[in-house]
């Protein structure tokens, strides 16, 4: 049957307790996967400090997968002389959706338990990915407000274009910048490599039982 062949295999019912660890290994590295990325929809994900003689005492703005906190309002305030958008207006269709796709991404790890196959790879391939693309998102709005500036903001000539790094530090004007992950994001990203090594461990212990099917099919 179809079913059969997407949920795999069986744990064989005559194995001893050292045998059974194989098959309940990526079992457990899903769900520790599943709940670091549940966890971690409350926790932000990435910092911004700057600093500028202005601001002796720097300004730090962190990200959650949902909203901004931190120095907003003062930041909001020297956007509109540098020609910014605000941030009111960025990812708003990923703010949206963040939660419950981090949720979604927890709940198919959980459906990875019971899948036996290969078939597990898209479901659990895209909380190995993430981490990738939270990242590669947020460079892509960093790139696109650096090159948006609106033209007749006060001081859009003197900035110019520019595109802050997702990581590291940055000068930008007379600002010293320093992006860096949060506690989210490396919650997140251990998750990522909980599921990657889970994928391993699940194809060290299900190809041969599934091989060994298909060859008796055959």
Known sequence: MKLDRILGPRVPKDLEASELKAYRTPTVLFTLSALLLAVSVVLPYWTLNLKAPQYPDGLTVQAYVNRLEGDVGELEGLNHYVGLASFEDAALFERSVAVASILTLAGLLIAGLFIHSRWVLPLVA?????????????????????????????????????????????????????????????????????????????????????????????
């Not at 990738?132 to 709005?141: G, I, M, T």
């Not at 320093?178 to 060290?204: D, E, M, S």
């Open 126 to 218: 895209p909380a190995v990915l993430f981490p990738l693309f939270f990242l590669a998102d947020l460079q892509y709005w960093l790139w696109k407000f650096g090159h948006n500036l609106d033209p007749a903001a006060p001081f859009a000539d003197a900035v110019g274009e520019f595109t802050p790094p997702v990581l590291g530090p940055a000068k930008i004007a007379q600002f010293d910048t320093l992006a860096l992950p949060a506690i989210g994001l490396i919650v997140a990203t251990a998750a990522a490599v909980l599921a990657a090594v889970g994928l391993w461990k699940h194809r060290q212990a299900w190809k041969p039982l599934i091989e060994s099917q298909e060859a008796a099919e055959t």
